[in-house]
């Protein structure tokens, strides 16, 4: 059947152009970032912000312009951290349309020209050869020996053979499918030339799909985020209403509506809980700094700190377990085996230098194919220095894949000799019928072949010949072809995988293998890996034939998933979501970006992996190092496990700023504290904890143990009682210091400054006992930590600057103490970290350490 019109000659230039204005480029929409005002309303518009803002206007009003500008400037600097926190990477379709559109060679009116790729259109006549980028979904017209490799679509590391389609009309073919007439956007051709029909372009591809899945897939908050947006939205609006109160009964019992004002304004300031928002980005925003630089790229922050509650984590086999680089594994030789880089030792034996003389000569020079590269590159570091690598021998001609035949044939000349040489390599089966075995030799090798597929080999038999007539034959089946032996072949574990999946395992995390491969070449991977394999397995028909009820039944049983697809991957996340695990998903290719932007943490394999996975994933692996992974996951239980540490802090230091702000109001007493005294606890000691808990260690067994719950909380009952203790007691030790002071001294200022004083120092001391829950601080082996020493400085030389600037006391309310008082101040601090401590010991015994810490 001739060629419709058109194709022969392909469009017209008039007809290209109209297509091209109506169905539009050869391109994906690129992800639209949000715009910088829109980023900034939305940040300004988290509630505890509004709150603070309006606790800064009313300063103003009031006339304190300096709390005013302080506490404004605070809220600028955190607004300005959470801009660029907020800045979330959503760039995968721009990655995915610079990756669809290579220029292309087409035919124009009869005349072969090269275009961008994002100016082919539906109906165009393309022309592949070998290292083409195909630019859009193609039927194959006319095909020569075409293979494709499609991994980036399937998963799948070697090419598929393609064939011309039979008809206009046939079924149409999925991505990895063996002798298929479709070609598909984004994929390489390694091997062959073709000419084919342009039948989708753009998001109509099966790349452009793909794409619209990731737009279909956006962020989300991670559990803490949103907890701690809800306990700042509450305990902000019910602070804000008991201030209101607290103002209403100054002003109605004392008469005094400007100090009852300022009374519920310093109430509101001491509940308000903004620096929880500091505390949360702080530490994540540094451990992703952190993370990087243990060549980890945190993408999506707060993804670094969801990752330690990781449950199950799905690793895509190709290019995550593996190197995605095959190798030669195996030769068999006359009943002989050889084992590349395993334990065969010594030369290379020469039964088998033949064998791999002729798998050379049967391959490419300038090979595409990846099993031709791996052949190649055996023969350059097993056969050098010896005379079976043939540089001089001259290529006569050579005889092609076909559907009939699936084994190839390479005619050589050697400049010594009349004869031609001929290599075949191709399919075990082929070569044994191009060889012509009887029945006995042929059920030897097909048993052979069986036990190196059953190992995860690909398997390809090879043959030689000798022909000694000018002219060749029109068939391979001529020449007399003598069998060789088999090459087996393999993509690699990476060496560090073994290691990397038993910490995991150690640590509680599930691992599962999702790969687009065969079952015998998943489970070998899976045995190599360390991974319990147990002949469990599910393939991708299985899993499109079963109901989301029976596939989330079925995962708990099941930790290898082989010859799937993508929506596969995507399924598959889902249903462990839906069954309440962490899913972290790992992986490089195209294919895996919908379910690394699906899963609640995706990571990318940096190095080899494509720019569309890195963009959808939240961390990039920069070194392809898998055991990077588990290091991530042990930061992001450390940084859980700190946060914890800096919430108890948070709520103990909180108690006696609220005591101290509403039992003077209760009991006739002067104001303890004034709003300049919460700004100095809230710019000075707040953010200096944060630093100071975020840089602490992990504890001795953050590794050893389970991950916490999905649900487990930052704000759970062990946490506030632990705090609400320590907290409570120092309260109390406080106003027991501002009773005697103030009838020590007789004066109110005194007596602030003396409370004060013993406040701040309590702080450093709830800071140094809270450092470690594993054992009392002071017999801790743990590393010294500069930015406690350099805070606790800090705070203590700021403290004096106050006490000593008569301009500063007078803001502060203060009278200089004398020196005595001073240290019974002291005294009370050191009292009151023992407290702290003995609170400690007592939760640690009485909870038998049950308070999570991972």
């Not at 908050?221 to 019910?238: F, N, R, W």
């Not at 680089?325 to 009943?335: F, T």
């Not at 190649?376 to 043939?390: I, K, V, Y």
């Not at 992986?587 to 899963?599: E, H, M, Q, S, T």
């Amino acid at each position: 059947m001739g060629a419709p019109p058109g194709q022969a000659s392909g469009l017209a230039e008039d007809e290209a152009a109209s297509r091209l204005r109506a169905e539009g480029p050869n391109e994906l929409p690129a992800s639209k970032p949000r715009s910088l005002l829109r980023l900034l309303r939305d940040v300004v518009l988290e509630p505890m912000f509004l709150l603070l803002v309006a606790c800064g206007v009313i300063y103003m009003t009031l006339g304190d312009l300096q709390e005013a500008l302080m506490l404004l400037g605070f809220v600028v600097v955190v607004i300005g951290i959470t801009f660029f926190q907020e800045r979330r990477t959503e760039r995968s379709l721009d990655a995915l349309r610079d990756l669809s559109s290579p220029r292309a060679l087409v035919l124009r009116s009869g005349q072969a020209r090269r275009i961008p790729g994002r100016e082919v259109v539906r109906g165009d006549t393309v022309l592949l050869a070998e290292g083409d980028r195909v630019p859009a979904d193609m039927r194959l017209l006319e095909s020569s020996n075409l293979m494709v490799d499609e991994s980036m679509l399937t998963g799948e590391s070697a090419p598929v053979t393609k064939h011309a389609a039979p008809a206009p009309g046939a079924a149409a073919a999925l991505p990895g499918e063996e002798a298929s007439g479709s070609v598909f956007s984004g994929t390489l051709v390694t091997q062959g030339t073709a000419r084919g029909e342009v039948v989708a372009t753009g998001e109509l591809s099966a790349l452009g799909k793909i794409g619209k899945s990731l737009a279909l897939l956006g962020g989300e908050s991670t559990p803490i985020q949103a907890e701690t947006g809800h306990i700042v939205k509450y305990v902000a609006l019910a602070g804000m209403g008991l201030a209101a109160l607290l103002a209403l009964g100054y002003g109605m019992l004392r008469g005094d509506w400007l100090h009852a004002l300022l009374a519920g304004l310093t109430l509101a300031m001491a509940i308000i809980p903004e620096e929880l928002p500091v505390v949360l980005t702080l530490f994540l925003g540094l451990g992703a700094w952190r993370l990087s630089r243990e060549h980890v790229l945190a993408r999506n922050v707060p993804a670094v700190e969801l990752l330690g509650a990781t449950t199950v984590l799905c690793v895509d086999k190709t290019g995550t377990l593996t190197t995605n680089h095959m190798i030669v594994r195996k030769l068999w030789c006359q009943g002989a085996e050889y084992t590349a880089g395993g334990a065969s030792v010594g030369p290379f034996p020469e039964t088998f230098h033949r064998l791999l003389e002729y798998a050379v000569l049967a391959s490419h020079r300038r090979a595409f194919d990846p099993m031709e590269t791996a052949i190649l590159e055996a023969g350059q570091a097993l056969l050098a220095d010896t005379e079976h690598l043939h540089r001089d021998w001259k290529l006569v001609d050579d005889y092609p894949l076909s559907r009939r035949m699936l084994a190839m044939s390479r005619v050589w000349q050697s400049p010594d000799s009349t004869r031609r040489m001929i290599a075949a390599k191709g399919a075990p089966e082929a070569i044994v019928d191009l060889c012509h075995l009887d029945a006995g030799q042929s059920g030897l090798i097909a048993g052979q072949v069986a036990r190196m597929a059953a190992g995860g080999l690909r398997v390809i038999g090879v043959a030689s010949a000798v022909f000694s007539a000018q002219d060749l034959p029109e068939d391979q089946h001529d020449f007399d072809f003598r069998f060789l032996g088999l090459v087996g072949l393999e993509d690699p574990v990476r060496p560090d995988v073994p290691g990397a999946i038993a910490e995991c395992h150690a640590a509680g995390i599930r691992v599962v293998m999702i790969t687009g491969d065969h079952p015998a070449t998943a489970l070998s991977i899976a045995h190599q890996s360390g991974l319990p394999a147990n002949g469990k397995l599910m393939t991708g028909a299985e899993l499109s034939s079963m109901d989301d009820e029976t596939l989330v039944a079925r995962l708990a049983h099941t930790d290898i998933f082989c010859r799937v697809q993508p929506e596969h991957k995507l399924r598959l996340v889902r249903a462990f979501r839906a069954s309440g695990e962490v899913v972290a998903m790992t992986g490089d290719g195209v294919n895996d970006a919908p379910a690394l932007k699906a899963a609640h943490i995706g990571v990318a394999m940096g190095a080899r992996g494509t720019d569309v996975a890195r963009e959808a994933a939240g961390l990039v692996l920069l070194k392809d190092d898998f055991s990077s992974l588990v290091m991530a996951v042990r930061y992001g239980r450390r940084i859980f496990a700190n946060l914890r540490k800096a919430i108890v802090f948070v709520v103990a230091v909180h108690v006696p700023i609220v005591g101290l702000s509403i039992l003077p109001v209760l009991l006739g007493w002067p104001l303890v504290l004034m709003p300049a005294h919460i700004l100095f606890l809230q710019l000075i000691i707040d953010p200096s904890c944060s630093l100071v808990f975020e840089a602490e260690e992990a504890e001795r067994d953050t590794m050893r143990g389970k991950p916490r719950r999905p649900d487990a909380r930052l704000f759970d009952a062990a946490i506030l009682t632990r705090g609400l203790l320590q907290g409570g007691g120092l309260l109390v030790l406080l106003c027991l210091v501002f009773v005697w002071s103030s009838h020590a001294t007789q004066s109110g200022e005194m007596a602030r400054a003396v409370t004060f004083t013993a406040l701040v120092l309590s702080n450093i001391g709830l800071i140094y006992v809270n450092r470690s829950w594993d054992g009392p601080a002071w017999q801790s082996d743990r590393a010294a930590n500069p930015y406690f020493n350099w805070m606790a400085l800090f705070a203590v030389l700021l403290l004096a600057l106050v006490l000593a600037t008569p301009g500063l006391a007078r803001l502060f309310s203060f009278s200089l103490p004398p020196l005595w008082m001073l240290s019974i101040a002291a005294g009370s601090a050191l009292l009151g970290t023992l407290w702290f401590e003995a609170m400690k010991s007592l939760l640690r015994h009485w909870q038998g350490r049950t308070l999570p810490v991972s």
